[in-house]
């Protein structure tokens, strides 16, 4: 599934693997996809995008709960999650995504897209946990 499949369609996390170039390049493209693509909202131009280091992220659901501003939102967001390689995190983030996918479907308007390396740990546990939240 491409970008703009992924911003269509009903599914709320895409991981995108970078094979041959960092995550931040990663992140460099998608921004570059959606300055160029006229998806409605259109995330770029209506300043509904936000990109954050997963760490990053975690420090701020700490300081706040991230999944009462998420229900309370009521415009579509684009949050970009930077997973860099090797970041001992699994068990907060997993519960973390796990929270956000309960937040009822027309509470939740927000599209997530995590960028991790291909051969990484991190980008293998993602896979892990969605292959398990979704499979049920």
């Not at 599914?11 to 693509?37: A, C, F, H, P, S």
């Not at 946990?129 to 979704?134: D, G, L, V």
């Amino acid at each position: 599934m491409g970008l703009s499949e992924f911003l269509d369609s009903g599914q709320q996390i895409w991981q995108l693997r970078m094979t041959d170039e960092d995550v931040w390049t990663g992140i460099t493209k998608v921004y570059q996809v959606l300055q160029n693509t006229s998806c409605t909202p259109n995330y770029s131009s209506e300043g509904q995008c936000t990109v954050l280091k997963l760490k990053r992220l975690l420090s701020v659901n700490r300081m706040i709960n991230l999944n009462v501003l998420l229900a309370s939102m009521e415009t579509p967001h684009l949050l970009m999650i930077v997973c860099e390689s090797n970041q001992p995190v699994y068990d907060e983030f997993e519960n973390m995504l796990q929270e956000m996918l309960n937040i009822p479907k027309e509470k939740f308007n927000m599209k997530i897209i995590l960028t991790t390396q291909t051969e990484s740990d991190i980008a293998d546990f993602i896979q892990e946990i969605a292959t398990e939240m979704f499979s049920c």
